[in-house]
């Protein structure tokens, strides 16, 4: 079973940046596409951005030209390049397969302020 835990969350203010990592233990995830989620309050968890096995990243339109996945597969990691945040943008994120199979993480919180 895959062990996943996000890091790298915080408090930015509008037009910020944050970079997110995802590192997954007990397996390799080599074999997965790896997307990054999120979710608002009160929303439910909606998805963000995914990065297939062979490198093609996917956007969904509110991210496209401001976020940036990638994986490192040696390092069982993929991370989450985050410019130009919105409010809007403010929610727990977490990473999985795309589409999802393991269990959730704990997520990492991410605020912007206006």
């Known amino acids: 079973q895959v062990q996943l835990v996000e890091s790298g969350g915080g408090l930015v203010q509008a037009g910020g940046s944050l970079r997110l990592s995802c590192a997954a233990s007990g397996s390799s995830f080599r074999p997965y596409a790896i997307g990054w989620y999120r979710q608002a309050p009160g929303k439910q968890r909606e998805w963000v951005a995914y990065?297939?096995?062979?490198?093609?990243?996917v956007y969904t339109d509110s991210v496209k030209g401001r976020f940036t996945i990638s994986r490192h597969n040696a390092k069982n990691t993929v991370y989450l390049q985050m410019n130009s945040l919105k409010p809007e943008d403010t929610a727990v994120y977490y990473c999985?397969?795309?589409?999802?199979?393991?269990?959730w993480g704990q997520g990492t919180q991410v605020t912007v302020s206006s």
């Open positions: 999985n397969t795309f589409p999802s199979r393991f269990l």
């Open positions: 990065v297939a096995t062979g490198g093609v990243t």
